[in-house]
């Protein structure tokens, strides 16, 4: 049970980390920053109309906060109505970070249970776990790397 909600929690998580290396990609290619994020916009007021004219007087404002890519500031969304609002932008590295962690465990524990197969595939064959010398001669000792072994089970 506990594999399968691996497998269902990485496969999951893979589809927005690759998201969010492309999108970290393309936001490189068109505004040359390396620590642009996803913005998030939150409105803290009515909207009102404006015209073309009083553009100029919503010039976007210094970061309240601003930290390794991590943003705060106020913002404005203009489309055919003005409205003041706050600007959070979490960096794209950091959600990578955060959705790679789940494929990141998958693989290390598919790494393990490969070395650990390969390990007792080698033991059962005849040959050193650790250097894969032929130990049919010497059951006792490896005479290569020192592991000792008596052809029993397989230390830890």
């Known amino acids: 049970m506990k594999r399968l909600l691996l497998n269902l929690l990485a496969a999951l998580s893979l589809l927005p980390c690759a998201w969010t ?16 994020g996803y913005d998030v916009f939150q409105p ?5 109309r404006f015209g073309w004219a009083e553009t100029p007087a919503y010039p976007p ?20 109505t003005i409205q003041p609002g706050r600007v959070y932008t979490v960096p794209f ?19 393990q249970e490969w070395r650990r ?8 064959g005849g040959v050193c776990p650790e250097c894969g010398y032929d130990l049919r001669a010497t059951p006792g000792r490896c005479p290569e790397c020192g592991m000792e072994g008596t052809g029993g089970p397989l230390p830890a």
């Open 117 to 124: 197969a390969r390990r007792h595939r080698r033991w059962e």
């Open 44 to 48: 803290l007021g009515p909207p009102h």
């Open 61 to 80: 404002p210094p970061p309240a906060f601003n930290f390794a890519g991590f943003r705060v500031q106020r913002g404005y969304r203009a489309e055919y």
């Open 93 to 111: 590295w950091f959600m990578a970070l955060v959705f790679g962690a789940a494929p990141g465990l998958w693989l290390r524990v598919r790494w």
């Open 21 to 36: 290396v492309v999108a970290s990609v393309t936001a490189m290619r068109a505004g040359g920053q390396s620590l642009s």
